[in-house]
Nanobody, 124 residues
Framework: VQLQASGGGLAQPGGSLRLSCSAS????????VAWFRQAPGKEREFVAA????????KYADAVKGRFTMSRDRATYMVYLQMNSLKPEDSAIYYC??????????????????WGQGTQVTVSS
């Protein structure tokens, strides 16, 4: 499975960005997908996850109500719409994937495949 994250960049506080994650090499619709982020000097932390069907999404408390994760099963794309961005959202964002689902979706160790990451910077 090869994942490609894109869409990062510079946004002002209160602004929006949309991240995308694409996959190749598998039937992506059979895989769950997650977004994690890692700021300098910090551990990788869970942001959001979506099940294979797209019917269930999970969010970290820090982003709930501001971020929305979705997937397009026809194009094998997964998105993270980030609104009301804050400086503390600045990090490298990674998409991860796995076959099936894990109850420990919030743990980076539960995800088998990772993309290269895309930088998000929120600053005025």
């Amino acid at each position: 499975v090869q994942l490609q994250a894109s869409g990062g960049g510079l946004a002002q506080p209160g602004g929006s960005l949309r991240l995308s994650c694409s996959a190749s090499g598998v039937t992506f619709s059979s895989y769950s997908v997650a977004w994690f982020r890692q700021a300098p000097g910090k551990e990788r932390e869970f942001v959001a996850a979506i099940r294979q069907s797209g019917s269930i999404t999970k969010y970290a408390d820090a982003v709930k109500g501001r971020f929305t994760m979705s997937r397009d099963r026809a194009t094998y794309m997964v998105y993270l719409q980030m609104n009301s961005l804050k400086p503390e959202d600045s990090a490298i964002y990674y998409c991860g994937s796995r076959s099936g689902w894990s109850v420990a979706y919030y743990s980076s160790g539960s995800w088998n495949y990772w993309g290269q990451g895309t930088q998000v910077t929120v600053s005025s």
